[in-house]
């Protein structure tokens, strides 16, 4: 069975830190959702960038469902949830942002309605559907930026700090969220009681390379 995402040997650095990423190794399949942990400056985020073709790696390889993933192209199949919601929150309305995403995938307007209400119900955030995001709550917030990534329809969401800023009334709603939700994908985070409640397993980041933690 092709792995959902696939990373061999992968390498990454910037100026002052040319060993980044020294050969990482990882492979999501479909029934995973993997946490990352890691101190500051370790690399997670940058992780989570070269696999959402933002980043080029220097060496090695990351494939998604079999397709090489190249700096710079959009895939469809990866949603990727950023660590400030407001970053991505486009719309005028709620319903407006999370149609954005349907709509530039050319679905017709019917389908696109039909992904909006379904995104907003799966996220709880149906009553917020004609409120301007930036009047929202930062956990209101956060729930609506995963409902326009969930409206996409993607095989795999990667989630960049997604309890930042989150009291624990919003972290327990994203936790309820995420256990109940079955899309496969990576979380990373500084919180491992977080990412023990909603991951399969958990991997740390240190020094240029990742392995696993007991759950």
Known sequence: MTALLEIRDLH??????????????LTVQRRDRLGIMGDNGSGKTTLLLL?????????GTITCLGQSVVAGQFQPAVGVVLQHPADQLIGA???????????????????????VDQALAKTGTSHLADRMPHQLSGGEQRMVAIAGILAMQPQLILYDEPTAFLDQRSCGTLIEFLQADTTPGLIVSHDPAFLRRVCT???????GHLRPLAL
């Not at 650095?13 to 990482?24: C, D, E, K, N, V």
């Open 93 to 115: 309305t709620v319903a407006e942002d999370v149609a954005f995403g349907p709509e530039n995938l050319g679905c017709s307007p019917p389908e696109v309605q039909q992904r």
């Open 201 to 207: 397993q958990i991997f740390l980041l240190e020094s």
């Open 12 to 25: 990454f650095g910037y100026g002052a830190t040319p060993s980044l990423l020294q050969g990482i190794d």
């Open 51 to 59: 696999c959402a073709a933002v980043l080029a790696p220097q060496r």
